[in-house]
């Protein structure tokens, strides 16, 4: 099983409308959960950040984890086509743990938001 | 605002040479970072490097590749024979303290190796 898993899309969707993504994990030592946005031949940029479960809302953005499922989703409300990216989710562990620095990420969903 | 930057944006090579990727972390950050890219898959991260020293590293991360911190500003990333797998874009990132829980990982934009 792949330590994050998420589905590749891709994802198309009218303006306006709510998206959500999904990742999913299987490691418990992960703590730390983030939602970063790609933009194509650009670097990651952090959109979300979280750390208990729970929901984290910023705009129209809403972050939500639920470690008992090892499940963490991010809403996007009134899409609109500047949201249209690649979207990763990325995860790390416990400060003061073996492996606290290092992101691991999934496969990122590719989102098209069309006028 | 402050970013991190990356040159070259795009860098083409022969297999078996060597190059040099670099890196200018934002100025105030302690924590450097290489990921890679390789076309259609996951980022995956490669080294992280804290106080002169390599704090972990993947298993991607073997003996051809080696990071340095040359001078106060520039951080950069060996590849000592390229491999045609070693084809990928890599990124850069930089974090305040590494440390802390919340702390954030800052990526520059990436430079593309192809390797022929």
């Known amino acids: 099983q792949k330590e994050v898993e998420q589905d590749p899309g891709p994802l198309s969707v009218p303006e306006g409308a709510i998206v959500s993504l999904n990742c999913t994990y299987s490691n418990s030592a992960f703590q730390y959960f983030m939602w970063y946005r790609q933009y194509s031949r650009k670097g990651p940029e952090l959109l979300m950040y979280?750390?208990?479960?729970g929901n984290k809302e910023d705009g129209r953005f809403t972050a939500q984890v639920d470690k008992s499922s090892k499940y963490i989703s991010l809403f996007i409300r009134d899409s609109q086509p500047s949201d249209s990216a690649t979207y990763l989710c990325a995860m790390r562990g416990r400060a003061g743990g073996t492996s606290y620095g290092k992101l691991t990420f999934g496969q990122g969903t590719i989102l098209t938001v069309h006028p | 605002e402050p970013e991190v930057t990356q040159t070259p944006s795009h860098q083409v090579t022969q297999m078996g040479q060597e190059v040099i990727l670099r890196c200018v972390p934002i100025s105030n950050h302690l924590y450097f970072y290489w990921y890679r890219q390789i076309l259609g898959q996951k980022v995956e991260f490669l080294v992280s490097f804290y106080n002169n020293e390599i704090s972990e590293k993947s298993e991607i991360f073997d003996d051809q590749f080696s990071v340095e911190r040359p001078d106060g500003s520039n951080f950069t990333l060996k590849i000592r024979s390229t491999k045609l797998e070693d084809s990928a874009m890599y990124f850069c990132?930089?974090?305040?303290?590494?440390?802390?829980?919340?702390?954030?990982?800052?990526f520059g934009p990436g430079t593309r190796l192809t390797v022929l």
């Open positions: 979280t750390y208990s479960s």
């Open positions: 990132a930089s974090s305040l303290t590494g440390t802390s829980g919340t702390d954030t990982q800052y």
